[in-house]
């Protein structure tokens, strides 16, 4: 009875320790990229300690290293950033899906922007950043592809592969902040110029769509 | 300052200019080799260079960095100037009068060969950026504004043809895609040859640019 009471106890238990160690992971993550959208520097494990609201120790016992704890903050912030950038109107018109595709990259740039310049600021060090860094430039490909993909059927394989590295270029989060802090355009405005711009890239739309 | 000079070297005698523009050259000379060596390593290493690193490969000791730059910051500051007053004689305007292949074309082979030669810097110069000093910032933008000129002149005929609004639109449109770090995919990432990272830009340019009017 004992060992049975013993086994039923000692998951939950375990469970348990494990949702607070979990939950705790969560805690030093966010306030990472809480302090980096704060200040773009890359924060100090004693500014993350504090603002998680635990000690250093605790950082380093969830994280080897800064290292680790940047690489968890970039996967989770891609699955935040994957979640909110779903496609929408994948089936609409040629100006919903501009206005839709633009609007869910802006929204991506504004939120992510910090992350993502302390992460090309720092990738050199780490080949774990680095493909990071690839497959988030690819998702935005992918994206891209699915989105105006009527328009992009009409195009050779070559003439296709041209046209989506340039909206890449021209979706970029650093174009983004150029029209947002260089430029001192609106988030209206900025979004506007990249759906005007993208109208333009991009060849006429086939009847059958 | 100029008309300064000209007192002293009447004024002194005949030795003492030359003494002091010699020396004057050497410390020319040894900044610059300096700078040089800086320039070197980012090339190399693709990182910001310790100080060093710069003394061994200049030549010099790090206290002579140190007597010419007050910190890093300042030499990095020296070697964007460099690089600016570099990149602006390589870049020099040509074709501005030829039809709209020709000067897509030169635009583009001449901002590919810029961006090959100083991305690196680039990235040295503007990663960290909020960190930087405002003199660098400035010297970013100062960059930005060169490129963005650029292409008004070369495509002045297109442009011309387009309200101020669309015109800001289709610059910003142009800086953006034609942007250093841009290049730097096509290269790396898309692994395309020089060639092919060109043809990817013209057809863009071309693809954004209104029709060339008839009289031009």
Request: contains cysteine; proline residues 5%.
């Amino acid at each position: 009875m004992a060992a049975i009471v013993g086994a039923t106890l000692k998951p939950a238990r375990i469970d348990g320790r494990r949702q607070r160690s979990e939950r705790t992971r969560q805690t030093i993550v966010e306030a990472y990229l809480a302090l980096l959208r704060d200040n773009p520097q890359i924060p100090t494990a004693a500014q993350i300690a504090e603002r998680a609201g635990y000690s250093i120790r605790s950082v380093f016992e969830r994280f080897p290293d800064l290292l680790a704890l940047r690489i968890a903050a970039t996967d989770h912030a891609f699955a935040i950033g994957n979640a909110q950038a779903v496609p929408h109107d994948i089936d609409g018109d040629r100006p919903t899906r501009l206005r839709s595709q633009v609007e869910t990259r802006a929204h991506t740039c504004e939120q992510w922007l910090p992350l993502w310049r302390a992460l090309n600021a720092n990738q050199g060090e780490s080949s774990e950043l680095k493909v990071r860094i690839r497959l988030a430039r690819e998702l935005i490909m992918k994206r891209l592809e699915l989105m105006y993909r009527p328009e992009l059927s009409t195009l050779s394989e070559l003439e296709r592969r041209r046209i989506l590295i340039a909206l890449e270029a021209l979706t970029d989060f650093e174009s983004w902040a150029r029209m947002r802090e260089l430029y001192g355009l609106s988030f209206e405005r900025a979004c506007a110029l990249w759906i005007r711009i993208i109208d333009r890239l991009l060849p006429p739309t086939p009847a059958v769509s | 300052m100029a008309d300064n000079s000209t007192v002293e070297s009447t004024a002194a005698p005949e030795r003492k200019p030359g003494k002091a523009d010699g020396r004057r050259l050497r410390s020319e000379r040894t900044r610059r080799l300096i700078v040089e060596a800086y320039m070197a390593l980012v090339r190399e290493n693709r990182q910001m260079p310790t100080a060093v690193q710069i003394a061994e490969r200049a030549g010099y000791s790090v206290r002579s960095i140190f007597e010419r730059f007050p910190d890093l910051d300042a030499l990095r500051l020296a070697a964007t100037d460099y690089a600016i007053a570099e990149g602006r004689a390589q870049g020099g305007l040509r074709d501005l009068d030829a039809d709209r292949a020709t000067r897509v074309k030169s635009q583009v082979e001449t901002r590919g060969q810029g961006c090959e030669r100083w991305l690196p810097l680039w990235r040295v110069l503007s990663a960290n950026l909020s960190e930087s000093s405002e003199e660098l910032r400035e010297r970013i933008r100062l960059v930005r504004q060169l490129v963005t000129m650029r292409l008004e002149f070369m495509f002045k005929p297109e442009l011309s043809t387009l309200s101020e609004g669309e015109r800001r639109k289709t610059l910003l449109a142009l800086e953006a895609i034609t942007d250093y770090e841009s290049w730097g995919r096509m290269r790396e990432l898309h692994g395309l040859s020089f060639e092919q990272a060109c043809a990817v830009w013209i057809s863009a340019i071309d693809g954004l640019l209104p029709p060339t009017p008839a009289s031009s």
